[in-house]
């Protein structure tokens, strides 16, 4: 796939902004790699067309080409939807006992990670674990279950024959309540495909447990059909989060991003073999990159731009101890300000700049003083920038009615100015400065 995209990125080598057709020739690959890391069709098209919206425009650093970020943006986007807002680890298991009911199509690994997640809470946070199985089609389903708690030290309730599984569950919660565990578990029955008995079984027994959590676990090497089960589970039952098992094999794990798509329902553990220990709280970053399978651009373009801005740091590093340091410097300085979150932020790195982020913040610099500032610099001309000495009153008159501003404040913009390049100069002169920059960008 690489050898494809380098192809494609070979004809874009326009730098600058990224233009629409730089975009959309580059998302053509990425649609194709989403397609094959098993992304539903729908989602991989929203996401795309998302994509396009929010990249066309971007700036390009220098020694990238646009296809190679775009495939940074994709990769960005990718894990900001992938991760969500909500920590994915964090089990809601307060008011014991809490009920935890795990549902999904048989096979997925849902006994599995029962056993896996009880050991978890009982080894980090010390919770008393009881697990109940409800499959009641399958007797071995239910061993499986009672060998897999005593591996992990937990208990389980005894198999009682004939039981329903809305009367195991029954049972469960009085046994929990009463036997005063923390957590009880309900690994319920699945089936080969969704069926509405399914279904209203896990409904009744959702009725009965009033869990706090309901785990969808998905075998993360489905394909296509994730979207259905877990729209389907969701619609039906309702869950609060997915498990994805079987990362450790050689799926790309586009499921994760159809499920999270379609249900806006967190990620929240990643099974990685068949040990008990084979359970990871689910990483963003990590699955954003399997399904991209493009790692090695994304890691080409953070360094290109830690390069690019390690040069940009050292050039005006050498400017500004020199005395150098115009209105373009000042300009850049301000917009990074911006970025940074504004002046306190920016001079709270700067070493020796407290009491001047003090004075600043009592003159009332803010960011929207940041913006008038920069629109003052941006109607001057270019001589002027390179030589603020060349501000008569006359020039700075035009300047100002440009800005749309009044002159004093063009005036206190010039006074900033100076003060900050002789502090350039002193700072340059005691090194350290580079670093400063650095720190900056
Ligand atoms: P259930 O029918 O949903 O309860 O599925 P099980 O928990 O019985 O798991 C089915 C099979 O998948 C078992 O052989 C498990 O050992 C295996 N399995 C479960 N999770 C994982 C995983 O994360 N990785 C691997 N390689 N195998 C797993
Ligand atoms: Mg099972």
Known sequence: LSDRLGSVFDRLTKQGALSEADVIAALREVRVALLEADVSLPVARDFIKRVQDKATGSAVTKSITPGQMVVKIVHDELIRVLAGDEPADALKIDSPPAAILMVGLQGS?????????????????????????????????????????????????????????????????????????????????????????????????RDIAQPRETLLVVDGLTGQDAVNVAAEFDGKVGISGVVLTRMDGDGRGGAALSMRAVTGKPIRFVGLGEKMDALETFEAERVAGRILGMGDIVALVERAQETFEAEQAERMARRFSKGLFNMNDLKGQLEQMQKMGGMQGLMGMLPGMGKMAKQAEEAGFDDRMLRRQVALINSMTKKERANPDLLAASRKKRIAAGAGLEVSELNRLLKQHKQMAEMMKKMGKGGGMKQAIKQMM
């Open 109 to 205: 690994g849902k006994t599995t990670t029962t056993a896996k997640l009880a050991k978890r809470l009982k080894d980090r946070n010390g919770k008393r674990v009881l697990l109940a199985s409800l499959d009641t089609n399958r007797p071995a389903a239910m061993e499986q279950l009672a060998i897999l708690a005593a591996q992990v030290g937990v208990d389980s309730l005894p198999i009682v024959k004939g039981e329903s599984a809305v009367q195991i569950a029954r049972r469960a919660k009085t046994q929990a309540a009463m036997g005063g565990y923390d957590v009880l578990f309900l690994d319920t029955a699945g089936r080969l495909h969704i069926d509405e008995v399914l279904m209203d079984e896990v409904q009744a027994v």
